[in-house]
Structure formats: structure tokens, C-alpha cells
């Protein structure tokens, strides 16, 4: 994701520097006018803005607060943007220590997989003080087809990121039961899915319903164990606001089960199997 | 509905006869041309082809069965269309029942509310012997916007039309408990639909998801004690062939809970208040 | 459970007559002194009182309002008990149809199995008119150890068998899940039911945990399939009464899972194995 | 619960020194004979053993690995056994550590709340290195009725107290959901207990059941926001050995459910409550 978000900015014509734990990765950017860092404090050398765009809360603190971390090498005034899925306490300490240090930091997760990225099409969520979200606007239009401003406490964003991965889960959930409905019953659920793609036109449903009627997981456009941290993200937060969410919580115990039976690698919507297997099928 | 329908049927040529329980709402009929019967019998005097399109299994029953019912009135080789969402079990019934009199059955439910019909919007799902949808084409074309065949045994069509519901449902729970937890983390709803509406692209969701952001129930275009029948179909059928529908089960549930606190008369997607309820909103 | 019941009868010194399906288990309480009779009616016969004890709700109708049923072969002023677990529907049409007919109707639903039959050993819940249950009582007492009086409504009596049921269904998942994550942790889920027998001292958790510990389910000593019918009756009267209970529903599809996988003639408990089969053991 | 065991241990005959953040309640240990340490680590002064009775994960990592702490303090050889419900992740942590230092570690988590424990009565589950065990059995034996010795993995000991608590919850659930039933009904849940004392005989049954029946849930035993602590407990072993357990993500909803109501300091039974608010009661 990183590499593709830093040549759509470098392609709009800012100056960029890259970093990645891959040297390799980092390198290929070279041929597109990116710099090369050789750590993530390198990578924030005169910068105004930093991306961070990484797997998890782990890797996201490692690469801010650990050695040669962003938080120490930003200059003040200068924003920190992550646009990772990461957990909305760990966003409200990022929104703290930046602060503390006398920069700015906005949220900014994405929905779209890389070839998006790499077509500058994702869909940006951002938050932050209002000041600094439009600074950044001119970034999230290199990189993304859409903004959506969700408010001025950077922790918003993510939320609205999670509970969108949650609506695609929930949908996914519903066709997953109806298809094994429709299987049990001897209807083929392609039939199911046309009529389905005619009521709700949406290309999520074709996309997400072509994968269970044909069983067709592989390869992952976004693998179940990724998915499996985005369930917890979502259930993390709704333990946060004491929100019970009790689909939210069935999504995850039906992903618990599609890794224990070794769907790791597979897509992350691979978890609809689970309403298949239980109905015998 | 059925008037809707009837009323399109004539528009189209076809020579229309019409009951309801409701003699005023058949009386309406006439200025299109539509003969008004005096019962279910007078309806399928010389028909070739007699929809019922009634609220639950009961009245279906009773119009095909009872006394100057359908059953009895229709010349062998004429076709009867059920286009209500009735039960699996009385669609089978249904088309033994037709068998053994001569008489031709084919299960036709649609998508679509009053005005749909009105508009010759509906969406057509038909089933049964082949040589009989195809003779019933034309007047699925007369009253839809398209008909998808779904295979030659009936109840087939019924499964789609019941999974098809659920899937609404199963969107209704998903976007309910979404907003849930944005409105407890202090996010506009509102700003997560936008990111659906965009992500998801599909009128269900702007629609639906404008209700349950606005909390905007009233007047229903499908009341949610109707909601409650249809969650019984769906979990009916899933018994009988026995599919496992955990999500099917928390609606129903989420249902009741609703309806134990009046929202009958609203519309069906209210049952998503239960998850802003049980987070304290 | 119905041959035990009559032996206690006739033991205790009443005059039974007593009438199945199959002849042969009907000739066997002969040597108890048991009139063999040849139809429901002819069991009837001078009879102040009558015990059914059937499979399901239509086994039930059948007997009572089927030919040479008990509904017109009982007198005027006798009683007719029925012990069967059925529907909380039908009990209100048993007690309505004989209230009709000028008879007496109460409802003596029981906990225990065949053996407990046989030692007289059952839990007797009645329900009815207080003049009517109080008659009945030295009958309830020939036959079981203890009776409740539940009320005066007597499909009340049925509500607290279905009640019970489900707290052994809630039982039985509850072990289930907990000896799947003992499993999946390494630990031996024996060691987890000691502490289990230590804690809750109760006779139901060590025999049913034994079964689920040891994934020993057969011989049933009561069959999943029937288990399958009381999880219908649970949720029949859960949605006749608008009551949301998701974990019956959450267990009614898991039972469904089981015998999808082929577990109808195993005991009930082994729909445990469900929370087993997900986590991938 | 600490201050408690610390008298039994004394009263025994066994040296005893005790450490509390709240002097008072150190202070009142004196008469029975038990030093009043300073710190954690005066507490481990000369110690054979120090047990830990704290509230949660944090308070465990503070007085073990903070300043003044026991990892630090122990001398080589001696064990530490920590008796509080934790995280199996920490009790991981707790035996690597305490392994590295040549100190031992060993797991005793207790089921009893403090009146159990001032009278010697709690149930002690322990797990770790047999030779440890079995040296700290005649101090199980001077706090606790009943010591079941879990394995060699002392985090093994963490999941049978955790499903333990978990068994204690689906309980509530159970007879929470079939009370709100019974009440819709018309039925008195008085009536439904009494029969499943007779049938469960078992005091965590008659104990609950009428807290659940009175609903009544103050004073609490253990408040909810305690529970909420453990359900978290329970779904994060759960989640880190794959093994999907839907009930308690069910029960963790509920208990989330009742916090949102401003239940926390109400009974963790108290959770009971949510069944009966979603049947409109």
C-alpha cells in the first residue's frame, strides 16, 4: 500500500521520501523520484508531512516511538498521518505524544486494496484538528479518488474505518448463511446472487458474492488472518464504548473458526464457509 | 399490491378479473377495465391464469382453499401464481395440491413494495415446471421490471425471495449496530453512511441507512410486525432443510425485542434500534 | 415413559387401562394388572381420568381428536392429563376444546427419563384449575417424586418444562465451549469438570459432563432429534410471547448443525460437539 | 480476598508478612500475627513463597515487575504463586521471568469470594512445575477447602478458572433468558426455580436463581464492572487458541449492554437484567 500511496504523491509532484523494513521494497521506488531512507527518522528529514501506512498497532508504535522513530525526528509543526487500520486507543495516544511534542497528527485510514492505491483511487477518512486536515487535503487527493472530513478527533476516522470493515463483514456473514440456505435447499445460489446484485446493485455484493457462490478464496485480495485483526480492532472499540455488538461478535467467532480449520492465507471473506460447514455441506 | 398489479396486467391487454376481501379496493379496479369478482371462484372463471397475492400463509389458504376458493373454481390446465412470501411448506402443498387437480402451479414472489408495482418496477422470481414460467413470461412482464428464473421446482423461488429478505435484515443489523458505535464514540453516523454510500454504492444501503441514521421510522413502507412474519419463513425454511442461520436467529430475536416494545406499525428496519437500546442511547 | 407411568398407577392400587400404538408394549402391562385397551376411546371408558403421554404435538392431536379419540370418548367431569412435552399452542386448545366439551383438562409435564419413570422418580409440574389439579395430585404422587404446582393456567406448566429444557440446552453449550477452549489450551477438560462438580454440586453438570468431557453420546438416553423438537417448542412460545432468546436460538442452531452432520440419533448433549467442531478439533 | 488468606496462612503456623497499597488494611493483618511490610519487596523478604491477590492484570505487573517490586526482590528458589484472575498471556510472562531470575512460579487462581475465603473455604486450582505444587500444598490447604491440581503449565491453571467463571455466566444467561420467558408468560420465575432446584440441585443455582428471580442485585457479591473484566479474560484465551466461543461473546455483549444502563456496581449477575429488558418487561 505505502509504496503505491508514495509514487502517487511523488507523480503529483512532491518531494518524497520512503521507508520501508524491506530494503528491496524501498528501492523500487527510487526509479519514481522517491528518496530512499534509510529509517523512518531519516524519512521525516525536513519533511512537513509523514506517512505511516503499516500491518498493526505493533509495527505503527515500533516505527514511531521505537529507535530512529518519527516522534523524535519530526520537526514541530510538521504532521504525522497514519493511515494504517489500527486501534483507536492506540490513535489517541499518537494524537497525545505528537501533541506533547508540538506536532500535529491527523488520522487518515483508507478503504481500497493496492491495486486501488496504485490506481490513486482509494477512499480517505480523515480527522484531525480542522487546521491541519486541510493542510493535508492536497495529499489525500494525490493519493485518494475521495475525502470524507469525518470530524476534528483523529481517533473518528477510525472508527468510521471500522465499522465500514464491520458493514463488509456483516455482509459478507449474510451471504455466507444465505448461500448455505440456498445450497441446503437445492437452489443454485448463483441464482440467489443475480437477483441479489439487481436489488442491491452494488459492486460489493457482486464482488464479495462471486467469491462464496464459487467457493473462490484464493488468491487473497486481503487474507483472513489480516481480517482476524480487524475483528478485534472492531470489538476492541466497541469494548471501549461499551457498545455491544453482538454481530460484530458472531464475525468473529465464525473467522476464529475459519482459521482454526487453516484458512489463514485465504481471503478474509473465506469465513462465510464456516455457515457451509455447519450446515453439513 | 395486487391491485397494482392487476391494473398493469389489464394495461397490458390481458383480460383481468379481481377479488379482495375488500370490495371497495376491488370496486377501484373497474375504471381500468378490470372485472370485479365476487370471490376467489367468480375470479378464476374462464382465467387460464390466477395470481393470489395475499398477506400470509393463513389467507392463502383460505382463498385457495376454503370455501369458493381457487382450488376448486380453476379448469384443470390452468395455472395458478402465488406471488405472496408464504412458507416453503404451503408452496409445496400448493403445487401437489394443483397436481392432483390438473391444475399448472408456479411460485412467482417479487421484490418491490406498492409503488414498485405501481410503476411495473417489480422484480419477478418464478419457478416451477419450465413449460409453465414460460407460458407466465408475458405477464411477468406485464407487472416487472425483470424476471429471473430460478429453477422447476416452486418453493425454489420462495427460498431466494426468503434469503433475498434476509439479506436485507442481515444489512438493517449491520448498519444498526454500526451506528451504534459511532454515535458512542461521539461520530456523526451521518459521516460513516456518507463512506458507505460511497464504498458500497448501492441504493439499500442510502436508503435503509438513512432511516436508521435519522432514526426515521415512520410512516413504514413495510411494517416490522410483517418483518416478524418473514423472519419466521426464513428461520421455517432454515429448520427444514437444516441450515444453521445464526444471524437469521439474532434478527428474529432483535425483532421481538422491538416489537415487545411497540414498534409494530414502524418500519420493518427499526428493529435496528434494539443495538443503539443496548448501548444505552 | 407412558408403560412406567400406567405400572405405577396400577401398582398404587388405580384402575388403568392403557392403550399404544404398538400392541406389543401395550400387552406387556397386562401382568400389572393394566387393561389392555384397543383405541383411545376404548382407554376412556369409564375412566374419571386420562394420561397422555405422546411423542410430539400432531402424535397428540391425533390421539385426542383423531378417530376413536379422546376429545368425544370422555365423559363429562373427567379429567384428561397430558404429560407429553407439546406446544404451550396446543395446550391452550386441549384446555379450551375439553372446557367445550364439559371435560377437565390439566397439564403435567415431567422431567425424567424411562428409568426415572420406572422408579417413580419423575418431577411432576402441574398446571390447571386448583379444584382439578388437586384431584389429580395422589395420581401425580403414583408416579412421581415430587409434583409443582405451577399455576392455574395450564400451558403455564408447559412454559416451565420448556423453561427447564432450555436450561439444560444453556447447560449443555455452556460445557461444550468451555471443554473446546480447555482442549484447545492444552488442559484436560476432566480436570475443568472436577472443579465444575466441586463448584456447582450438581448431579445434572457431572452426568452431562461426562458425556460431553468424554465425547460419549451414545446410547442416548434421550436423541438428538427430539432434542431438535423441544428447541422448536422453546422458541415457538419464546416468539407466541415476544420474547428476544437469543441463546435458545443460538443453541436451536447448533443442535441443527449436529444432525446435519448426521447426529440425530445420538443424545441430545451432543450438539456440545458443535463448539468442538468450529474450534477445529 | 488477600487479607483474608494472609490470617488463614498465619493461623496456621506459617510466617506470614503482608503488603497492601491501602495501609489501614495492611495494618489490621498485625493482630493476627502477620508483619505489615512497607513494599512488595519487604513483603518478599526472607520469603519461601509470596502469593499475589490483586485486581487485574495492571495491578499484577505493578507489584511484580514495578519499582519496589517482587521479580525483583525474590530470592532464587523461592516461588511466587499468584492467585488473582489474569490474563493466561500474563501468566506466560509471569513463568518466563520469574524462570529467567531462578525463582519459581506456580498458578493458584481461587473460586470463593471473600467471606469463602476469610472461612478457609475457597476452591484452589493450581498448575506448574509438580515439584513447586506439591511444596505449596500445605499452604492451599491453609487458605482454601479443596485444592485440584490442573497440570505442569501454570497458565493451565488461568484457563479452568476462566471457563469456570464462564460457566458461572452462561448459567446467568440461561436462567436470565428463560426467567423473561417465564414472566411473559404469566408464569411466577418463582415457580420455574423451584423446579430447577429439584432438578440441578445445585446452590449456584438457588444462589443465582434468586438474585435473577428478586431481581435483586445489590449489595453485589462481585460487581459487574469485575465481570466485564473476566468475559474479557475469557474471550482474549479464546481468541489467542482459536477456539470460537459464541456464548461468551453473547454474554460479553449483555454485560456491556448492562454497563451502558449504569449497572457497574450492581451484582455481575445483574447482566440478567438485559434479557428481560429486551422482552419489553
Known sequence: MGSRMARNLATAGHAVAGYN????????LRAD????????????????????????????????FGTDGVADALVKGAIHI????????????????HARRGQGY??????????????????????????????????????????????????HANVVKLCGNFTILGMVETLGEACAAARKSGVDPARYLDVMNELFASPMYRNYGNKIVGDNFEPAAFPLRLGLKDARLILKTADETMTPMPLAAMVHAHILAALALGQGEMDWSSFARIAARNAGL
Open 21 to 28: 523494513r524491506s530494503k528491496e521494497k524501498a528501492e523500487a
Open 106 to 155: 491527523v488520522s487518515a485510514p483508507v478503504f481500497g486494496l493496492p491495486p486501488a492505491a496504485a490506481d490513486r483511487k482509494l477512499l480517505m477518512m480523515a480527522a484531525g484538528p480542522s487546521e491541519l486536515v486541510e493542510r493535508c487535503l492536497p495529499l489525500f487527493e494525490a493519493v485518494g479518488r475521495k475525502t470524507f472530513v469525518i470530524g476534528i478527533d483523529p481517533w
Open 82 to 97: 497514519a493511515s494504517s487500520t489500527i486501534s483507536t486507543a492506540l490513535v489517541r495516544r499518537l494524537a497525545a505524544e
Open 33 to 64: 523520484g522517491v528518496r530512499v531512507a534509510s529509517s523512518p527518522a531519516d524519512a521525516c528529514l525536513d519533511a512537513e508531512v509523514v506517512f505511516t501506512m503499516l500491518s498493526d498497532d505493533a509495527a505503527t508504535e515500533e516505527v514511531v
